[in-house]
Structures are given as structure tokens and as C-alpha cells.
């Protein structure tokens, strides 16, 4: 499976927003997980300082999975 870059994802949302009249640039964006069938809300977060792994600025998509109870 290739890797999306984020302007790959600039341009599937341009695509969408010319081609589609039922997509809604302003709608909440929502991530699937194929290998669980789940879908989670997605923000997006900006690491502004490095910790060493991480280099500063480096942007993420993260999903917020609600935490199973026991």
C-alpha cells in the first residue's frame, strides 16, 4: 500500500469539490479503519517542537478512537 502525501489528499478534496454537488468541503472529517470496520473522528495536529523522532512542524491527521470499557 502506497503512502498518501498531503498533496495527494489537496487534490482528491479539489477533485471532489469540482466533480461532486453531494460532497461538503465544511462537513467533519471522518477516518475509517479498514482492519476494525470503525469510524473516528479525525483532527489534525502540528508537532511544533521536534522530540527528537518527530521533526518540529511535522503535521498529522489524528483520529480520536473511543477507549473500549472492561
Do not use: C
Not at 503512502?3 to 489537496?10: E, F, G, K, R
Amino acid at each position: 500500500m502506497n503512502s498518501m502525501t498531503w498533496n495527494d489528499l489537496m487534490h482528491v478534496i479539489d477533485e471532489k469539490e469540482s466533480n461532486d454537488e453531494f460532497f461538503l468541503a465544511m462537513e467533519s472529517v471522518t477516518v475509517y479503519d479498514r482492519s476494525t470496520g470503525e469510524f473516528y473522528p479525525a483532527d489534525v495536529i502540528e508537532f511544533e517542537e521536534s522530540d527528537g523522532i518527530i521533526d518540529a512542524g511535522k503535521l498529522f491527521i489524528e483520529i480520536q478512537t473511543r477507549e473500549k470499557r472492561r
